[in-house]
């Protein structure tokens, strides 16, 4: 926390975020190149991410456990494009207790297959299906450029694995998980997205489907914010998984994984932020209010603080930080809880004290338009239409704002300054040397093709061949 | 699941526990040795007890947040003892992104390096003290000799890491958390423990004291289940973690950590399960009831599940699994619950269906004694109670059981009869060389003195020196 002003948002985005992430003190470089400490911040909100996630795979039937940590070196390459695409990015234990060990092993990048491995010993006949598992952890993924949050060696994720007797309920299971991202994406965090396919070169590694939601953040570009897998029987077969039908024919699996990742922290700052810090989703924010008591003597100070308590204590259902810190201006307060992102403040002075009101200010609409004066009784339900409220204004205000940045270019001119600001949607014929050309000439790559589509059909925005479906195209994280 | 019987607990207590482990799918072994797979089950209840633990932590006052899996090797040898108890259980990194690294990376075996070295960045004023935070993750050790749950390579725990202005703080800090791991072993596991700090050749490698709770195993053995240490100045030195104080002198920090890990449910299934299987505390259980719907053809099976599913909604507020398998029998699925250790069986047939009642079953009963009729009508306060009951039960039993099997014995031979069977309450001079000599005639450790001590003194139980404490002694895990 300080007094310091941030860097300026539309100036310099990248450095208002990396200012940001240290400030709000979400997170912190660790001493390994690469690795990131979250702070108990930045923890909080993930802990809300969790649960806002993790209760919606239970009501879905899903379990969680937890897989080692360790691979064997000589899994990772059981699956051919899965160790194509994971290879380079591995960390290797070759020493354990003091000696050398016969085989190297690997941090697990991903845990198809350790899971794969024990998915084929645990899995008999058909009773065992569908086998729904999921998992909180950490994995490791040897980056060379990394962003706190955004990209790190170590993430924090959790990632789903799940075996089914059909390839229809495989893909039934990989579309549900996407719409429960995209649900969590719009109604906890308040980030719009798009559902869609990956194109067969920006999919899994291993994976004959990847489904992902896409997000614009605040300067334009694309971030892809959870996807799901369908994996066919690439890692059925690699791994040997397979059950007896009801016919007792040996049969192989067909499976599934999906995950959501720390990222997802960065999304929610780039997509709400603005100039004077983070805006965090009231659904989500580890403080959902914060209570400002102001006084300017000993005498006003002991109405105030009493006045400040009976409101927190009114306030139970919520999460309220009533900041009490000596020493710092009610200014201070304010600037310093507006740049963490609380979404909405209670000011309470000796005025409010002798009217029975306070003062609520609005995270997301600064200065005078965002307050409002109300009364202490009855207060838990004016918080709860105003944080209501505020979860409503910032979906809709990053709705419009990826509708005014989304084109859908006339030309492969027009289609090149349509990346330069946001996203394009456009045909695509499919092919992947337009997608190859493309990324080349723009630095745009293909983010997904949605699931909705228009009707009729086009001509390829690169190459000018018939096309059956659009797609978005922007530059990524 | 199977119809094969246990190994018996009487006659092989380690069988019988490594079996349970496996059959009541807990936990698996991985294909790393040493390593496990924590399953569902297990998982669930390992859920269950982060619920009970971290709630205590927040309520007073900590925070969580996460640090990073991978350390400096540099980092491990900035403290002399820290050092020298891990070095011979680090598994290394050597290599990253397919390069061999400049300096050797290790998994941690725990994280008071690392957080020393955040805090050092962190602390500026005695205003950013006490800073109490906590962490839920996955550790490694290098370890020879392993048993599921009780000693794994990698192991799931949390480790709390606080930092204070004073000695009188870090100790009385110390004492809080193994306070609340004690309420948390007798309130929710239903595991007595004795709470007492360690001697010095058992301390924590760093720690000026240790804490512990140690409980009996239902085979007479100990097994440490939590500790909290007091690290005095020893890594604030080490790191420089320092704070300016009120009169603006540069001082060093206090220091404390403290851990529970999945090692405790070892614990919960030594202390609890009896010759048929599990028996999970009620507080902690995955499943608290499960519903056995029992019928012989279509017409009482169509009313016999509307009466379950009836009774399963009247439960609500519990954890409640309805065992709608077909193709077992009810007996199958009452001798794999009873295994699995679910505290509480609801038996619904025809007949009770015809006179509004259920059957409840006891696991900790096991026969008739554990059976009783109650109505359906208001059966969520039936079970309400009967668990409670239960809770009791598995507390009173077990702090019975170590008390029959607590010793205070005459003589040193009687003491070595003593720790054959259980705990030995002994007078100690304080001596190493004497605790040294118990471990390598009788096998059994020095386990803890007790925080409440008996007045007066007495004579060493191994040398006769007069001695002023008792402390316990034990064979253990």
């Keep these: 926390m300080s007094d310091q002003k941030i860097p300026s948002r539309s100036e310099d985005f990248s450095e208002w975020y990396n200012t940001l992430v ?9 001493p390994v190149r690469g690795c990131m400490i979250v702070r108990p911040y930045g923890w909080a909100l993930w802990e809300n991410i969790q649960k806002a996630l993790d209760s919606r795979f239970k009501a879905t039937g899903h379990v969680n456990a937890q897989f080692p940590l360790l691979i064997p070196q000589s899994f990772i390459e059981k699956e ?57 952890n950490n994995v490791l993924r040897w ?3 990394t962003k706190l949050f955004l990209r790190t060696l170590e993430f924090f994720w959790q990632e789903g694995h799940t075996a089914h007797v059909t390839a229809e309920e495989a893909e039934a299971e990989t579309l549900q998980m996407i719409d429960i991202y995209r649900d969590f994406a719009v109604n906890e965090a308040a ?22 939601i896409e997000a614009m953040m605040g300067d334009g570009k694309a971030l892809q914010s959870g996807t799901s897998h369908n994996l066919g029987q690439n890692f059925a077969k690699a791994f040997e998984i397979r059950y007896l039908d009801r016919n007792g024919v040996l049969q192989h699996c067909w499976t599934t994984s999906w995950g959501v990742s720390t990222r997802f922290i960065g999304a929610i700052i780039m997509v709400h932020g603005d100039e004077q810090g983070l805006i965090l989703p009231p659904r989500l924010a580890p403080w959902q209010v914060v209570i400002v008591p102001i006084y300017k003597n000993d005498e ?40 963490r992102g609380v979404p909405l403040r209670i000011e309470i002075g000796p005025k409010d004290v002798a009217k029975g009101t306070v003062v609520l200010a609005r995270r997301d609409q600064p200065g005078r338009e965002g307050k409002s004066f109300v009364p202490q009784e009855g207060i838990a339900a004016a918080v709860d239409r105003m944080l209501a409220a505020i979860q409503k204004a910032l979906y809709e205000r990053a709705l419009a704002f990826r509708e005014a940045r989304t084109a ?16 394009a949607f456009s045909y695509w014929c499919g092919d992947a040397g337009c997608e190859k050309r493309i990324k ?15 009707s009729g059909g086009g001509r390829c925005i690169c190459c000018g061949a018939p096309a059956g479906e659009k797609a978005y195209f922007a530059k990524a994280y």
């Design 22 to 30: 240290l400030r709000a003190e979400l997170a912190d470089y660790a």
């Design 80 to 136: 051919k494009s899965h160790v194509e695409g994971f290879s380079p990015e591995l960390a290797v234990v070759t020493h354990g207790g003091g000696e050398k060990l016969e085989e190297p092993l690997v941090i697990r990048p991903t845990s198809e297959t350790i899971i794969g491995h024990s998915y084929a010993r645990w899995i008999q006949s058909y009773r065992d299906l569908p086998l729904l598992i999921n998992q909180w």
């Design 143 to 145: 980056e060379l450029r």
């Design 191 to 212: 980030v719009p997205v798009i559902v869609g396919r990956k194109s067969a070169s920006e999919r899994f590694a291993g994976a004959d489907e990847t489904y992902t």
């Design 300 to 339: 006003e100070k002991a109405a105030v603080l009493e006045a400040a308590r009976r409101v927190r204590a009114e306030l139970g259902a919520f999460r309220v930080m009533l900041d009490e810190r000596e020493g710092s201006s009610p200014g201070f307060k304010f600037n310093d809880w507006e740049m």
């Design 408 to 423: 859908d270019p006339a030309d492969y001119a027009e289609f090149k300054s349509a990346v330069e600001r946001g996203f």
């Design 440 to 454: 080349e000439e723009t630095k745009a790559t293909l983010r997904c093709i949605p699931l909705e589509q228009p």
